[in-house]
């Protein structure tokens, strides 16, 4: 069983920065993938980002690719988003979801986090 918590969103200017952290429970939290997901209202939910269970390998979505970047902590247990050059299209919530496949389908992750909003403003 693995819960886990985000934090770090909140309302940011067009061209701006933010980090995501994703707090994770359990002692086998460097077992698991770790994705980032978001969704947007009236939209359905997107992959952002995954990383392996070292941090050695991440993949990205096109619309993030070279100005988003994925990092885990395994010592802390945490998984990082770090958002730069923002864009009003990045508004959504950002999830945070755990499994032990290395995967960017949403339908295969176990465990996810409750959100938290990302609002880019122009």
């Known amino acids: 069983q693995v819960q886990l918590v985000e934090s770090g969103g909140g309302l940011v200017q067009a061209g701006g920065s933010l980090r995501l952290s994703c707090a994770a429970s359990?002692?086998?939290?460097?077992?698991?993938?770790m994705g980032w997901f978001r969704q947007a209202p009236g939209k359905e939910r997107e992959f952002v980002a995954v990383?392996?269970?070292?941090?050695?390998?991440?993949s990205y979505a096109d619309s993030v690719k070279g100005r988003f970047t994925c990092s885990r902590d395994n010592a802390n247990n945490t998984v990082y988003l770090q958002m730069n050059s923002l864009k009003p299209e990045d508004t959504a919530v950002y999830y945070c979801?755990?499994?032990?496949?290395?995967?960017?389908?949403?339908?295969?992750?176990?465990?996810w986090g409750q959100g938290t909003q990302v609002t880019v403003s122009s």
């Open positions: 979801a755990a499994d032990p496949t290395y995967t960017n389908v949403a339908g295969r992750y176990d465990y």
């Open positions: 990383i392996s269970w070292s941090g050695g390998t991440t």
């Open positions: 359990g002692r086998t939290f460097s077992s698991y993938a």
